[in-house]
């Protein structure tokens, strides 16, 4: 059974154009040098965007789709939805950055399917699921990769648009330099003074180390003498307790000879 005709209107019909561009780009130094760089760019090195739009004549919801044969190539918003009775939506189709192949132009293409929503539809995705074959309406789209029109003509534009702005930028260069200089002294300044700040901080530390030292020395030269006086005492003591044995010792010896003399 053949598939109902396409109810949407769609515009473009047939096929979707993506213009590319070759431009120059000027990238000037952070420094404020004269040395400079001119980088061409290919004509699909950015994004190039689509647009597609998609009319609902009915008096009908509709659902639709767009699907592509190269989904990581695009990116498409929205790619699903309703569209209202007698309403439209506009569709973002963005080509994304690529290396152009001209082996690829034909590969690319675009497919928008449609189905009549019913009036008590909750869910889209399930409405989907259980639609059958002969319900879906699609209409196929193919892909356009247009080239700039004179090539060289656009390269001399983009080389004098360059020269321009080459020369707008030495002109406002010593105005440039003159405020980054003024933005140096200003940044040496600040480092000056904190290498001021931070030299008083370190004669402070170098002072409290000094007398931490000092104070250091002080407890250990207490310490020593308090030490040294009680090995003194020490000393004194043990010669104090031999000396009184050794009387203890002597009378003891003069006793018993007393007793023998006396026996």
């Known amino acids: 059974m053949a598939r109902p005709e396409q109810v949407l209107l769609l515009e473009p019909q047939h096929e979707l154009k993506f213009r590319g561009m070759i431009w120059a780009i000027i990238k000037m130094s952070q420094f404020a040098t004269l040395t400079c760089a001119l980088c061409c760019a290919g004509p699909f090195s950015d994004v190039v965007t689509a647009n597609l739009k998609l009319a609902n004549p009915t008096d009908r919801n509709v659902c639709f789709k767009v699907k592509t044969t190269a989904p990581r190539r ?20 963005m080509l994304q950055p690529f290396d152009y192949d001209p082996n690829e132009k ?28 002969e319900e879906l309406m699609d209409s196929k789209l193919r892909c356009v990769f247009e080239m700039p029109a004179e090539n060289e003509k656009t390269h001399d534009m983009d080389n004098k648009m ?25 940044e040496v300044k600040k480092i000056m003074e904190e290498c001021k700040r931070l030299q008083m901080e370190a004669q402070r530390l170098r002072e409290e180390n000094k007398q931490i030292r000092e104070d250091d020395g002080l407890r250990m030269r207490k310490s020593n003498m308090m030490s040294q006086h009680a090995s003194m005492g020490m000393k004194r003591e043990e010669g104090l307790s031999a000396r009184s044995v050794a009387l203890i010792v002597l009378f003891f010896v003069l006793g018993v000879i007393v007793g023998k003399l006396v026996l």
């Open 162 to 186: 360059a020269s321009s702005l080459l020369k707008s930028e030495s002109s406002t260069l010593p105005s440039k330099l003159m405020s980054s200089s003024t933005l140096d002294d200003g």
């Open 74 to 93: 695009y990116c498409v918003r929205p790619n699903s939805g309703i569209i209202d009775a007698g309403t439209s939506i506009n569709v973002s189709v």
């Open 106 to 133: 034909s590969k690319h293409k675009f497919m928008v399917q449609s189905l009549l929503a019913p009036p008590d539809m909750t869910d889209m995705e399930g409405v989907w699921k259980e639609a059958k074959p």
